[in-house]
């Protein structure tokens, strides 16, 4: 394994904001994406975190991802509603699209919206909290297009779509906090096989096979083989990925990663979204009395190791929070990316450094 540095948070938001911002971004628009970015490490997804700012920044350099973009409301159904991207940040005009939807849910008490044409949305749970915090309920499936695929269908050597994210998220009560499945349909992101590459280290069996469809645990295969990831859960995820492309790409407008749309080797998403307020379904204090004896029950179950206690979805990222507070740790390799990236937009590594 490569060695590693580890930063403050407010270092690598600094870092992310002053690459973001070189890149034309308004502070605004590069201060969402670094709070966007540093949060997923934050909350252990390194993967979707400061290590995907050379990736945008090629696809800066290549007009593929455009700064200061907001997104276009297509079409006005008034509970339907149906955004464009337009090739913006999608941390940006995400936030900004699922609050309009937001706000609509919460009069209306019901939306379904979607976003197409908008690059990396990054961590698709972050929409997800979006929603919660104003008390609502969401449910948001997304593609991922614009490139080549690289998960296998179940049965599959090849590859025929990519890592096909779903997110549930249910809002928190007064004792149990939010619970948030934010997955992708994959076995593992893609974001993770190339931290495991940075890092020179393996990735988990049974996630990957190489060019001829054997197992294999090199994250390699993925970056110079032709090889595949694979879908989780054998058939139910690869299911799932498929309701994902269908609901997310088909169905929002954007297209699925079938060979007639384009793949100019970017990373377009795009998310369909179904918003609503529970309170309009169940007698609030009624639903916040239940969630809590449900998830106390789940969680009350013995534990087949004793050092692994049972959780609920959402659990993993807010322990990883509280031991990531005061430092994340990122590994040379990515490190060395992220300060090649800033230069190539007229940044100084010592700008980066300090
Ligand atoms: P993961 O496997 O680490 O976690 C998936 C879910 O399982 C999380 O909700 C987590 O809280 C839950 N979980 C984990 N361990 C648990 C346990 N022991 N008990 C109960 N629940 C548990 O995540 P992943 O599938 O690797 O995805 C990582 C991130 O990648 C996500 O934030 C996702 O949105 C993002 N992603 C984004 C894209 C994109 O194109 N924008 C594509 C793929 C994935």
Redesign the pocket.
């Known amino acids: 394994m490569t060695g590693h540095r580890v930063f403050a948070p407010d270092h690598l938001r600094r870092v992310a904001t002053t690459i973001v911002e070189a890149g034309g971004s308004e502070p605004a628009e590069s201060q969402v994406v670094a709070d966007h970015l540093v949060l997923?490490n934050l909350?252990?997804?390194d993967?979707?975190g400061v290590g995907m700012l050379p990736a945008y920044v090629r696809n800066l350099k290549a007009e593929l991802l455009f700064p200061n973009r907001t997104p276009e409301l297509a079409t006005d159904h008034g509970s339907i509603l149906v955004f464009d991207g337009c090739r913006g940040y999608?941390q940006a005009v995400g936030k900004m699209a699922m609050q309009q939807a937001i706000d609509r849910a919460k009069a209306s008490g019901l939306v379904l919206m979607t976003l197409r044409n908008t690059h990396?949305?990054?961590?698709?749970?972050?929409y997800g909290e979006q929603a919660v915090a104003e008390g609502l309920v969401s449910m948001?499936f997304?593609?991922?297009a614009d490139h080549n695929p690289y998960v296998a269908p179940f049965r599959g050597a090849e590859a025929r779509f990519?890592?096909?994210?779903?997110?549930l998220a249910m809002p928190s009560t007064d004792s149990q906090p939010q619970v948030?499945?934010?997955?992708?349909?994959?076995?593992?992101?893609?974001?993770?096989v190339r931290v495991a590459f940075n890092a020179g280290v393996e990735v988990p069996p049974g996630s990957l096979i190489d060019a001829d469809g054997q197992p294999t645990n090199d994250p390699g295969v993925l970056h110079r083989e032709g090889g595949s990831l694979l879908p989780?859960g054998e058939h139910k995820g690869y299911g799932l990925s498929i309701f994902a492309e269908l609901l997310g790409g088909m169905l929002s407008g954007g297209g699925t990663i079938q060979p007639g749309n384009p793949r100019s080797g970017s990373?377009i998403?795009c998310m369909l979204v179904l918003l609503f307020d529970p309170r309009r379904l169940v007698e609030h204090d009624w639903m916040s009395a239940e969630l809590e004896a449900y998830v106390d029950y789940v969680k009350s179950a013995k534990a087949t190791n004793a050092d692994?206690p049972?959780?609920?979805?959402?659990?993993?990222?807010r322990l990883a929070r509280e031991a990531r507070a005061d430092g994340i740790a990122v590994d040379e390799e990515s490190w060395d990316q992220i300060l090649a990236a800033g230069e190539a937009l007229g940044v100084e590594r010592s700008a980066l450094e300090g």
């Open positions: 997923a909350s252990g997804h993967s979707h999608g990396h949305l990054g961590r698709i749970g972050t948001h997304v593609n991922v990519s890592t096909n994210p779903i997110c948030i499945l934010d997955m992708a349909t994959s076995k593992i992101a893609a974001g993770k989780f990373i998403n692994e049972v959780l609920v979805p959402g659990d993993p990222e």
